[in-house]
């Protein structure tokens, strides 16, 4: 409850607050997830189901309490930037990095998208922020419609005039499906003046991560995360790879100090100690294989008709006929403490319910209440 004698600001005349806004972003709904109350087995955000071990937290706080707290960290992270860079196997200015990778997004639709020669075109259903970002920043665009399985298409791509901007994930979310390399290839070839982003947030759960097209094609990008595989949701830490051309021209635009020492410090342990790297190994096996057996466990139960997608992330996209029965088995699981996400009102995702992997139990205690709803 808030007290009588917090100070209440003055509320503005909406007609000339809204005046200083895009009207697609007064119309935007605003990011919301459901809050985790109750819930003991949370599968709704696609991360790792473990935490760190102590020691290593122990060892990052002890690095952090060397540091000084009244210092401003290093402007552009240039340190954990080689670091990153040695671990992609690229040279350091052709990486760019932020506090998660929505704000890299947010950077580069809006130093890209705003003023192009083409059209901005966004694959959909694919991570809801693409097309939230361009609403809030009233940047319009065309959309690249996967078919009815989800898969990405050539004869669905819109017509591409030089310089426009093609947004899409691979593996996508939250479909969990990919463009395969070889066919993303082509197009990097048949639009020499397109720029393509690939959102690679889940390309360690794949086999085919597209890092090597940068030595091939001026007109990609790029963008990763250390959310995912990595386990390291919370330490907020995102990356972009591209040309060291456009990466200089993005870094104009990325604001000074924005990785904190406690990000800096998490990372380069998670990349450099070799206990990190053992828990990453588990952690992408653990999505590899649990996957596959949660996928064909859905596949077996009779569900109301429901289909399964296969998955190429950490994460399967369930789809029922009727949206009834997508609602009645997310509020069911729900019921139960499991928390998965509906996406079910995202364009293209009607009657959709997605879920993370976790552990071996916890996964056994998802598949057992669906077996029973
Ligand atoms: N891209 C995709 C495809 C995602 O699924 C997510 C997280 N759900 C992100 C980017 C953002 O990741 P983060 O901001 O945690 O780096």
Redesign the pocket.
């Known amino acids: 409850m808030v007290s009588p004698n917090v100070l209440q600001p003055k509320s503005p005349d909406m007609n000339w607050l809204g005046s200083y806004f895009q009207p697609s972003l007064l119309a935007a709904k605003p990011y919301k997830i459901d809050a985790p109350q109750g819930i003991t087995i949370k599968l709704d955000q696609?991360e790792s189901p473990w935490d760190w071990p102590a020691q290593l937290k122990d060892k990052i706080l002890a690095s952090l309490k060397q540091k000084e707290w009244n210092r401003y960290p290093e402007s552009m992270a240039a340190s954990l930037t080689e670091i990153l860079a040695q671990y992609v196997g690229v040279r350091p200015e052709c990486l760019i990095t932020s506090p998660?990778?929505?704000h890299l997004?947010a950077l580069i639709f809006d130093a890209l998208g705003r003023k192009l020669p083409g059209k901005v075109v966004i694959a959909r259903p694919s991570?809801a922020l693409f097309e939230s970002h361009c609403h809030y920043a009233g940047i319009p665009f065309e959309t690249w419609d996967l078919d009815e399985n989800f898969h990405y298409r050539r004869d669905r791509l819109p017509a591409l005039p030089d310089g426009s901007l093609v947004v899409f994930?691979s593996p996508n979310?939250p479909t969990g499906t990919g463009l395969p390399k070889a066919e993303f290839r082509a197009l990097l070839k048949e639009f020499p003046k397109v720029m393509f982003l690939a959102?690679e947030?889940y390309y360690e759960f794949d086999d085919e991560p597209y890092t090597d097209l940068l030595g091939e094609f001026s007109n990609l990008l790029i963008l990763r995360?250390l959310?995912k595989t990595m386990g390291a949701?919370g330490v907020r830490l995102?990356y972009a790879i591209g040309s060291p051309e456009l990466i200089s021209l993005l870094t104009k635009l990325r604001l000074p100090y924005l990785l904190n020492h406690f990000t800096m410090e998490a990372a380069r342990v998670m990349l450099t100690d070799p206990e990190m790297k053992a828990f990453v190994a588990r952690n992408i096996d653990n999505a590899r294989r649990e996957r596959e057996r949660v996928f064909q466990a859905l596949k077996g139960l009779p569900c109301h008709g429901m289909q399964v997608i296969n998955s190429k992330a950490n994460f399967l996209l369930m789809r029922w006929p009727d949206q009834k029965d997508t609602d009645r088995v997310y509020l069911g699981l729900k019921e139960h403490g499991i928390l998965l996400r509906n996406v079910s009102s995202g364009p293209g995702l009607k009657g959709c319910l997605r879920v993370s992997i976790g552990t071996a139990e916890e996964n056994d205690i998802f598949l057992k209440a669906m077996a029973r709803l």
């Open positions: 696609n998660g990778s929505n997004i991570f994930a979310n959102d947030a995360t959310s949701a995102g």
